[in-house]
């Protein structure tokens, strides 16, 4: 079936380095979203991505959109203790049902003071 | 707004009893979504809705799980009989057509 892969599962980073975590989908996608889960709590949603090889930022962090529209990533610069949590993202698959997200497993991030 | 909410917020229930968890939908938003989250599986879609029909129950795992959304603003997932293996934390989600999806706050559940 439709899949969306995230990696790497987990990263640990001394506060203060960068972060990068990738999504990669087996089909073309016509969005993809990315979320941010603290410890103990939801997926709260950050940014959409819809145009190829769109590239958006949010102060420190950076994501991008594949050419294809079937890879993207998120890139965290000068990672702080607030980042921490579970970043995932979600593609809308070309033709997929209207509403429905097919998740990646997720990147957890832990940043050591 | 109030946000999406549900309850219970933690359920601890023996193995072969009914379980049913509700969720209040952002007023205005016409897409539900049921999601089940666990160490194991991640965040998986069971069930969504669109204008209080269900679109899509392919991940609803088995007949032991149902899921009701009689009007716009409530939602039911009922497990019956539960199993220790359904432990898990359930979130409900709402969006309006295809847009963000808004998480509530999940019910965690553990069956003994």
């Known amino acids: 079936g439709q899949q969306v892969m995230q990696i790497p599962q987990y990263q640990h980073v001394q506060e203060g380095e960068d972060f990068t975590t990738y999504c990669n989908s087996s089909t073309t996608l016509s969005n993809i979203q990315w979320y941010k889960q603290r410890p103990g709590g939801h997926p709260v949603f950050l940014i959409q991505l819809v145009k190829s090889g769109e590239v958006k930022k949010q102060k420190r962090l950076t994501f991008q959109f594949g050419e294809a529209k079937k890879n993207s990533s998120l890139h965290i610069t000068a990672t702080q203790t607030t980042d921490v949590g579970t970043y995932f993202c979600?593609?809308?698959?070309?033709?997929?049902?209207?509403?429905?997200?097919?998740f990646g497993k997720g990147t957890k991030l832990s940043v050591k003071p | 707004d109030a946000g999406v909410i549900q309850s219970p917020r933690h359920e601890v229930t023996e193995m072969g009893q009914e379980v049913t968890l509700r969720c209040k939908p952002i007023s205005g938003h016409n897409s539900l979504f049921w999601y089940r989250q666990t160490m194991m599986r991640g965040l998986e879609l069971l069930i969504y809705f669109n204008n209080n029909v269900p679109i899509d129950d392919s991940g609803m795992p088995e007949d032991r799980f149902s899921a009701k959304m009689p009007n716009a603003s409530f939602s039911t997932l009922k497990i019956q009989p539960s199993e220790p293996r359904d432990s898990a934390v359930y979130f409900c989600?709402?969006?309006?057509?295809?847009?963000?999806?808004?998480f509530g706050p999940g019910t965690r559940l553990t069956v003994l």
């Open positions: 979600a593609g809308r698959v070309n033709g997929g049902s209207q509403g429905n997200l097919i």
């Open positions: 989600a709402s969006s309006l057509r295809t847009d963000t999806q808004y």
